[in-house]
């Protein structure tokens, strides 16, 4: 410190690469994005990870302005320069991370209720071993696949069981094109409408809510039948949750086939 109260220049480039060095250590760490919201919550007060980011940034940029305004004194230009461009570098960096962090979690919280009436609906022929494997199957999936609220389960013509949140029709519609295109597909792929309300499909699923968000149709059995279960919200599933999917849509198929 110089007697008329200045910042040495010595010093004064420590102070602005001090600063740089933290905004860029908290630009560039890496982010901490919430999983996805399973279902609506009760609103609290709190500061979103992506609103801290965006008000670091944005402080400093402040800073950067403050010190180059008041503090600089004569500081070779170069030497300022330097230093000034790691850190506004490093901040915008950070306004931008948590801009993208906002625009991920505004995306993630857009769940819809569902318009239908909940409950159950299981065929009349349906008895024994196959009961309990359609049973085991859609509750399976409805507590293990959380955007899941509707399930349906169709085998050799006919709807065997039905679970969760329906929608006015109490089969699944197997003359739908959707619905004949996905039992053709080869190897048992999976037939997925991440955004259902976007596309003419929707009138295939006609059995499922009306507002029913994302959609997929998982054959088994070489074609013999298939699990369809609607979404509350655009893009739910994962490809976690398909495999689940998959996974008891196999079984049930085996349980079937050995009834």
């Given amino acids: ?9 010595d010093m004064h480039t420590s102070l602005g690469a001090l600063l740089a060095l933290v905004a860029a250590a908290a630009a560039f760490a890496p982010s901490r ?7 609506r919550r009760a609103t609290a007060l709190r500061v979103a990870p992506s609103d801290a980011r965006i008000y670091g ?5 402040g800073l950067i302005v403050l010190n180059r305004i008041f ?4 500081l070779a230009y170069g030497d300022q320069s330097q230093a000034d461009l790691l850190a506004v570098a490093a901040t915008v960096g950070l306004v931008l991370d948590g801009l993208s ?9 857009e769940v819809v209720e569902l318009k239908g009436v909940k409950g159950r609906g299981v065929s009349k022929e349906l008895a024994g071993d196959a009961l309990a494997g359609a ?10 696949c959380a955007p ?7 085998h050799e013509g006919s709807t065997i069981l039905r679970l969760g949140v329906l929608g006015k029709a109490n089969a699944v519609d197997a003359d739908a094109v959707t619905f004949r295109e996905a039992l053709a597909k080869a190897g048992g792929a999976a037939t997925y409408v991440p955004d259902l309300q976007a596309v003419p499909a929707r009138v295939d699923f006609s059995y499922l809510p009306r507002n029913t968000q994302s959609a997929l149709i998982q054959p088994f059995g070489d ?11 655009k893009r739910a599933l994962v490809p976690r949750d398909v495999a689940w999917i998959k996974g008891a849509a196999a079984r049930l198929g085996d349980r079937l086939n050995g009834a």
């Fill in 33 to 39: 994005r919430a999983a996805a919201p399973r279902r």
């Fill in 1 to 9: 410190m110089r007697g008329d109260g200045i910042l040495a220049p």
């Fill in 101 to 109: 962090m906002a625009d991920i979690e505004a995306r993630e919280a």
């Fill in 223 to 233: 074609g013999a039948g298939a699990v369809v279960v609607g979404c509350d919200r």
């Fill in 71 to 74: 503090v600089a004194g004569e």
């Fill in 148 to 154: 899941v609220k509707a399930v349906f389960l169709w």
């Fill in 57 to 61: 940034g944005l402080a400093g940029l």
């Fill in 135 to 144: 049973t085991w199957a859609s509750e399976t999936i409805l507590e293990s």
